[in-house]
């Protein structure tokens, strides 16, 4: 059987990139597979160093799910901490993972490249041992539940290249006591599925270019106001792929609207203003009812932790089960 499975790191509120590159595409596949969608934390934890942010921001997360449309009896929603067959399987992987394959990781070379070009001789300054063994535990997260399935945004198909790489190496050394299965991203490869920031580069909380999934009404209309653009005239005909708001507005308006813009945009005579109130509007009708869900929800904490509690329950029982054969496949049981 299927099993789909994806996380999202809680690092501060989901932002419209999560919600485009995974909640939404995670959510087509509940209801048809086995679905397990998790909260990321521990791999948060590279970055977010306060107990009371990430403490927020695991439950505004998980209720984030929920408002989107999770239904907890028919999708595994849980903690990644709350699993910690995870981590034991980490050490393992860790073990037959060429430390090479770590060196060439994006995140990692980012972080060495950024050092370079601020002149620090010390390439490793600032990178953290958590950053550094980031793919592995994400290969255990996937491995751990027997996935077959990731629905991800395209950032992530690295991460998914060596998750499938280490279940090689697991499988071609052990492969005649326990087998993993292989598993596939689900990845939108078109360069449109990566949902740009308001400075038109991936939208994405390291760059500070996101916008909150669910700011109050009067804040996402200033945030969208807010969206660069260039001195062009209303009257004078404009590229819409060259855009940031005309790209937001072809994720969350349908077809017809889409193509409505494009074309007035490509005659002239539509302004950069009466475009981003289209854009709000747009993304307003798709959020507002989800974002009074999440109000509802974030009000009563105690219901979240509830269901995060009994959806790490029903992920840990079956890791238990993997890490049983795999303890045995490898001689340690
Ligand atoms: P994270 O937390 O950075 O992002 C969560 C998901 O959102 C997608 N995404 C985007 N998609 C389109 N456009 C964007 N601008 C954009 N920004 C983010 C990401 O592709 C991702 O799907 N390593 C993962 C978390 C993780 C995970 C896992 C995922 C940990 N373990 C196991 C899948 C399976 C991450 O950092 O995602």
Not at 105 to 132: C, P, Q, S, W
Request: net charge negative.
């Amino acid at each position: 059987a299927n099993t789909y499975l994806t996380g999202i790191k809680p690092t501060g509120d989901f932002h419209l990139g999560n919600y485009i590159g995974a909640i939404k595409p995670a959510l087509a596949a509940s209801g048809e597979y086995d679905t397990y969608y998790f909260i990321a934390d521990y791999h948060a934890l590279n970055t977010v160093k306060d107990a009371d942010e990430l403490r927020h921001s695991i439950r505004s997360g998980a209720a984030t799910w929920l408002a989107c449309g999770l239904d907890p009896e028919r999708t595994v929603l849980y903690q990644q901490s709350r699993v910690p067959e995870t981590f034991e399987l980490t050490t393992i992987l860790s073990a037959l993972t060429p430390k090479g394959l770590m060196n060439r990781a994006h995140a990692y070379k980012a972080a060495r490249d950024r050092n370079t070009e601020a002149g620090i001789t010390d390439l490793d300054a600032g990178v953290n041992m958590g950053l550094f063994n980031y793919p592995i535990l994400m290969a255990a997260d996937i491995l751990v539940m027997e996935s077959t399935h990731v629905p991800v945004g395209r950032d992530q198909s690295q991460h998914l290249e060596y998750t499938a790489d280490i279940a090689g190496y697991f499988n071609h050394r052990y492969g005649t006591g326990y087998t993993f299965p292989v598993p596939k991203g689900v990845i939108d490869d078109s360069d449109a599925s990566i949902l740009p920031g308001v400075d038109g580069r991936k939208m994405s909380k390291s760059y500070d270019n996101h916008i909150p999934l669910f700011l109050p009404q009067n804040k996402l209309k200033k945030a969208i106001r807010r969206i660069p653009t260039d001195s062009t005239p209303v009257e004078d005909p404009k590229n819409p792929d060259a855009s940031v708001p005309f790209q937001l507005l072809t994720h969350f308006a349908d077809a017809d609207k889409v193509a409505e813009v494009r074309g007035r945009l490509e005659a002239g005579g539509m302004g950069w203003g009466e475009l981003k109130n289209e854009l709000f509007e747009a993304v307003e009708a798709e959020l507002a009812p989800k974002r009074e869900r999440y109000e509802e929800l974030m009000a009563e904490p105690e219901r979240i932790d509830e269901i995060l509690k009994a959806g790490s329950e029903r992920a840990r029982e079956r890791a238990c089960r993997v890490l049983a054969r795999v303890r045995a496949a490898i001689g340690a049981a």
